[in-house]
């Protein structure tokens, strides 16, 4: 079965970490484009955070303002995952989060793959 596995989220107080993972199943992840998105109740989904196939030698990230400075999104190919850690967090960043294929260069998701959907709570 070919997907994305999001895990981790949950609740955290003001201030503090949580860290999601997206874990490629029956494709090989290094060689995607990948995204962070979230969508909070009664708002746009947010593009957050993407980072460059391991065939773009640029190794490139992008971090939308609302999280730059906070949030630090990696991959691990050997595990083949995407990880999304997010630290210093405030309650405005409540949402649920998802990760998805996307096109380089952009947010705009591929609709090859998208994670199940992870809730990230923030309490003040």
């Known amino acids: 079965q070919v997907h994305l596995v999001q895990s981790g989220g949950g609740l955290a107080q003001s201030g503090g970490s949580l860290t999601l993972s997206c874990a490629a199943s029956?494709?090989?992840?290094?060689?995607?484009?990948i995204g962070w998105f979230r969508q909070a109740p009664g708002k746009e989904r947010e593009g957050i955070s993407s980072?460059?196939?391991?065939?773009?030698?640029?190794?490139?990230?992008y971090y939308a303002e609302s999280v730059k400075g906070r949030f630090t999104i990696s991959r691990d190919n050997a595990k083949n995952t995407v990880y999304l850690q997010m630290n210093s967090l405030k309650p405005e960043d409540t949402a649920v989060y998802y990760c998805?294929?996307?096109?380089?260069?952009?947010?705009?998701?591929?609709?090859?793959?998208w994670g199940q959907g992870t809730q990230v709570t923030v309490s003040s």
């Open positions: 998805a294929t996307i096109v380089r260069g952009t947010m705009v998701p591929t609709n090859d793959y």
């Open positions: 980072i460059n196939s391991s065939l773009d030698r640029s190794g490139g990230t």
């Open positions: 029956g494709f090989t992840l290094e060689y995607y484009t």
